[in-house]
Nanobody, 117 residues
């Protein structure tokens, strides 16, 4: 499965962005990860395609919302109340619900999110 992430950009602290992740085929689950300069890739959120169960990292709970559109085969990440520490390259991935990046089978190319203070 090929994944295409989009929607990143620059925003001031407190602002919002919505990321999208389109896929070339069907997946049972997808997730979002992020990687800041000099840091390891970290789990953000994941979603089960059938049923829509969602999982979040503690750092984004209450601010980020993961969702999917079955008709468009697209996953979204609505990010509100953004903080400078949310600045990172955001990646979408498919094949797991895990917080562990190596559990995922496919990865998108990443989209940069920059939050200024």
């Amino acid at each position: 499965v090929q994944l295409q992430a989009s929607g990143g950009g620059w925003v001031q602290a407190g602002g919002s962005l919505r990321l999208s992740c389109a896929a070339s085929g069907r997946t049972f689950s997808r997730g979002w990860f992020r990687q800041a300069p000099g840091k390891e890739r970290e789990f953000v959120a994941s979603i089960r395609w059938i049923g829509g169960s969602t999982y979040y990292a503690d750092s984004v709970k209450g601010r980020f919302t993961i969702s999917r559109d079955n008709a468009k085969n697209t996953m979204y990440l609505q990010m509100n109340s953004l903080k400078p520490e949310d600045t990172a390259v955001y990646y979408c991935a498919a094949g797991s619900l895990s917080e562990i990046a190596t559990m995922y089978e496919s990865w998108g190319q990443g989209t940069q999110v920059t939050v200024s203070s």
